[in-house]
Nanobody
Framework: QVQLVESGGGLVQPGESLRLSCAAAGSGFNLLIMGWYQQAPGKERELVARVTSSGTTNYADSVKGRFTISRDNAKNTMYLQMNSLKPEDTAVYYC???????????WGQGTQVTVSS
């Protein structure tokens, strides 16, 4: 089992920055494929960014050049640095962990990000 807890959401103005964190409890963090997803009101949950256990990253086109995903295996924590935020980034952001060794995925409870002037 993996428990995920997100933090760092909030209300910011367009152009500002936020950093989200996802702390994982449980064993084997370094083997997990970690990701951030966003879900806006009335829309499906979508992948924002993903980082593999070796550090390979991929991003949704909408956030390339603005968001950076990273992980610290020593701290069992993943981050999402969000710069140049836009109103369309407003969503609940969820942390996801894919434990490929056991074929299970886990979700955090989500953290709200609101970008508004």
């Amino acid at each position: 089992q993996v428990q995920l807890v997100e933090s760092g959401g909030g209300l910011v103005q367009p152009g500002e920055s936020l950093r989200l964190s996802c702390a994982a409890a449980g064993s084997g963090f370094n083997l997990l494929i970690m990701g951030w997803y966003q879900q806006a009101p009335g829309k499906e949950r979508e992948l924002v960014a993903r980082v593999t256990s070796s550090g390979t990253t991929n991003y949704a086109d909408s956030v390339k050049g603005r968001f950076t995903i990273s992980r610290d295996n020593a701290k069992n924590t993943m981050y999402l640095q969000m710069n140049s935020l836009k109103p369309e980034d407003t969503a609940v952001y969820y942390c996801n962990a894919w434990a490929w060794t056991i074929g299970q995925e886990f979700w955090g409870q989500g953290t709200q990000v609101t970008v508004s002037s």
